[in-house]
């Protein structure tokens, strides 16, 4: 069992890594500010760097998804359970993926493993509703706000640089875009890294091998593993979601395209350090969208739309989807 759960761990984090991180890259590829390869390289690195160290210095969106359910005293039970939330989240994931749909896996894990939980407990205090809370205001702060934040900082650099020259301006912030997207890429990391890492500790837990008490000390082995599952899954890439993200969503420049880094890096810095699990693509596209409203006909309504429906399913179908596959899996396995 230890082996199947470590199988499905890996696996959920390498597909975040390819569906998740393209879009921290997304903009400096449509920009040419870098080519996809030289993206990935950095996206990889960043990626790697931001799960390892933000796991040691603040793990607090590990704690929110180690409690996010109650799984019920059965510990055998519990991981087949958890094993039963990981599936769905790789089907979905892999289902959005064929569309380029930029899917939360923060979310479909999330919901899963509350589906999941809830055919397991067969009680609705199997939902904790003291860690949902963080995930709503993670929620909250990642869309709107994001994307006014966003409008606000491209306004302003519009008026500072309003009297340079335009080409030197873009050349200049061709090279700032470069920090933003690896800025982005590094609390991608911070951020997803972590909620993979909980689970992991969560179902170490049920092999009683996890942590007890008040104690929640994550071994050097698990953040390494979450952090290199997440780092192949971005060197293999996402090439359609870069293309819808990057290039479809909104028409970008070097200079709005580091503003939209600017204002998403911020917002999921914030909340890393909060420990409130946030989705870094919703803002990152959030973002995008907001510096989209300072320049005419520049988002793509029809895309847009996509997206948002992407997020708004990724609720209620992972958490149904988590929610069968444990009654199956507890009717096929005795």
């Given amino acids: ?5 470590s199988f499905l761990i890996f696996a959920v984090a390498l597909v975040n890594g390819w569906t998740d991180a393209p879009s921290a890259i997304a903009g400096c590829v449509s920009t040419r500010s870098l080519t996809p390869r030289a993206a990935l390289i950095l996206a990889a690195i960043c990626n790697f760097s931001g799960a390892v160290i933000m796991a040691l210095i603040r793990p607090g969106v590990a704690k929110t998804l180690y409690g996010i359910a109650d799984f019920g005293a059965d510990r055998r039970s ?18 959005a993926s ?3 749909l930029p899917t939360s896996e923060s979310h479909a894990l999330i919901s899963g493993m509350s589906g ?3 055919a397991s407990n067969r009680d609705l205090s199997a ?7 963080s995930v709503i205001i993670g929620i909250l702060v990642s869309t709107l706000p994001v994307m006014i934040f966003a409008l606000l900082i491209y306004r302003l650099t519009l008026r500072v640089f309003a009297s340079q020259d335009r080409r030197g301006t873009m050349r200049y912030f061709s090279r700032v875009q470069r920090l933003g997207a690896g800025s982005s890429a590094f609390l991608h990391g ?18 009683g091998r996890g942590e007890s008490g008040e104690s929640f000390s994550i071994p050097l082995y698990i953040t390494l593993i979450c952090a290199a599952a997440m780092t192949l899954g971005t060197m293999i890439g996402g090439a359609r979601i870069i293309k819808k993200v990057g290039c479809e969503l909104t028409d970008l420049d070097p200079l709005s395209s580091s503003a939209a880094d600017t204002a998403s890096s911020t917002v999921l810095g914030v909340c890393s350090f909060l420990g409130i699990p946030t989705a870094t693509t919703h803002a990152k596209t959030c973002a995008m ?21 992407g997020w708004l399913l990724t609720f209620p179908i992972c958490a149904l989807l988590g929610y069968l596959f444990s009654l199956l899996a507890h009717t096929l396995i005795p």
């Fill in 116 to 118: 999941a939980a809830l």
């Fill in 289 to 309: 969208m907001g510096v989209g409203l300072c320049r005419r006909h520049s988002t793509n309504p029809k895309v847009a739309i996509e997206l948002f429906a």
């Fill in 190 to 207: 911070a951020q997803d890294s972590q909620k993979f890492i909980g689970v992991y500790m969560l179902g170490l837990s049920f092999l």
């Fill in 127 to 133: 939902i904790r509703l003291d860690e949902w809370r």
């Fill in 78 to 95: 519990a991981m087949i359970s958890l094993c039963a939330a990981l599936i769905s989240v790789i089907l979905w994931a892999s289902f």
């Fill in 98 to 100: 064929l569309f380029g």
């Fill in 1 to 5: 069992m230890e082996f199947i759960f």
